[in-house]
């Protein structure tokens, strides 16, 4: 009866090995990955907790205001349809103006929103700078500590 070669006794125990550590990372992404998808739902739970208005494709069409093309049509321009919608001219400068005050609120609104953003932006400077200064006291006091045992 022959002996059992070394070499594949060898080879076969590297080759479990190797696929115990293949497992092993393969399981460990899949972890990673799970973990991934529960912090990215996480944050979208967060945004919507946050104040942040939820704003997708679909809801974009809600948003828009009504509007038929069709009742706007003109086959002969000089013969107008009696159909066409009309508003009195009252009625249009009472609408601008509603629209155009909306308009202005929007607008404040918006500036509001941009004053916050650059106040963020020079907090988070701030905070750069500082730590920045942290890490310079920090190698400051390293220095001096060598100075002293030198």
């Known amino acids: 009866m022959p002996r059992?070669?070394?070499?594949?006794?060898?080879?076969?125990?590297?080759?479990?090995?190797l696929a115990k550590k293949t497992v092993s990372k393969a399981a460990s992404t899949v972890k990673a990955v799970q973990n991934t998808v529960k912090q990215v739902k996480?944050?979208?739970q967060y945004s919507e907790m946050s104040g942040l208005n939820p704003?997708?494709?679909e809801s974009v069409q809600d948003?828009?205001?009504e509007f038929q093309?069709?009742?706007y049509r003109v086959k002969d321009p000089l013969n107008p349809p009696d159909s066409l919608p009309q508003v009195s001219l009252g009625e249009f400068?009472?609408?601008?103006?509603?629209y155009e005050g909306a308009t202005r609120a929007v607008q404040l609104t918006g500036k509001a929103f941009?004053?916050?953003r650059e106040r963020l932006l020079v907090e988070g400077k701030k905070a750069k700078t500082f730590s920045a200064g942290v890490q310079a006291a920090?190698?400051?006091e390293k220095v001096k500590s060598d100075l002293t045992d030198y």
């Open 4 to 17: 059992p070669s070394l070499s594949k006794n060898a080879s076969q125990r590297r080759g479990k090995t």
């Open 55 to 57: 704003l997708g494709v």
């Open 63 to 65: 948003e828009l205001p």
């Open 138 to 140: 920090t190698a400051y």
């Open 42 to 44: 996480e944050a979208a």
């Open 69 to 71: 093309p069709a009742d």
């Open 93 to 98: 400068i009472k609408a601008s103006r509603i």
């Open 114 to 116: 941009d004053l916050t």
